[in-house]
């Protein structure tokens, strides 16, 4: 099953980078352009952890940095993504978190995505950085993600439990061995080790 998430998250990611690139300047919003990808790395990292969130935003990263109009240092979006994917993991992996402080921290992670960009377009003294447009693009860029993450985190979410469903807590039942019934048993996940 391992092959079918990585084959998701690879389907995830050029399909957020394609309607990043493609459709969402067409709509015309005030400020910034909708970040689907931070939002499709952000919700890769809730259901996939840190590792994998990590590699979903290098991906992610590498893969905006070069499509077409790219006009910035390339990796500089890697480097960004790679952290947010990280973190995504580290607060996300909980089913019984309210679905709105998801949300809610998909907004947060996008913000400090802005102000990562910013902080290292500074840096390393990128023209396209004006820290007069930061404010702007910081508020515009967390009610966006905030907006897609309210429809991309389930969409995800029930993709990705398709492919990756989550191991049974614990089986309650008769345990059998070698053929012989040894009684009532609690059976503790995939291990077969019971009690």
């Known amino acids: 099953m391992a092959w079918l998430r990585g084959v998701l998250t690879v389907v995830l990611i050029v399909t957020a980078v394609i309607a990043e690139v493609t459709v969402l300047p067409l709509l015309g919003l005030p400020g910034a352009v909708p970040d689907a990808v931070t939002v499709t790395v952000v919700a890769i990292g809730f259901r996939a952890g840190p590792v994998r969130g990590s590699i979903a935003g290098l991906l992610a990263g590498l893969l905006i940095d070069l499509v077409p109009p790219a006009d910035g240092l390339l990796g500089v979006t890697a480097v960004i993504l790679v952290v947010v994917g990280y973190f995504a993991g580290l607060l996300g992996?909980?089913?019984?978190r309210p679905a709105f402080a998801m949300i809610a921290l998909t907004g947060l992670l996008a913000g400090g995505a802005v102000l990562g960009l910013a902080l290292i377009g500074g840096l390393v003294s990128d023209p396209r950085m004006s820290w007069e447009r930061v404010p702007e693009l910081l508020l515009t860029q967390t009610i966006y993600?905030?907006?897609?993450?309210?429809?991309?985190?389930?969409?995800i979410g029930v993709l990705w439990r398709r492919?990756?469903?989550?191991p049974p807590r614990y089986q309650v039942g008769r345990q059998e061995r070698g053929g012989r019934r040894l009684g009532v048993g609690v059976g503790v996940g995939e291990s077969g080790a019971s009690l």
């Open 93 to 96: 992996g909980e089913d019984d």
């Open 145 to 155: 993600a905030l907006v897609l993450a309210a429809f991309v985190l389930p969409g």
């Open 163 to 166: 492919v990756d469903p989550p």
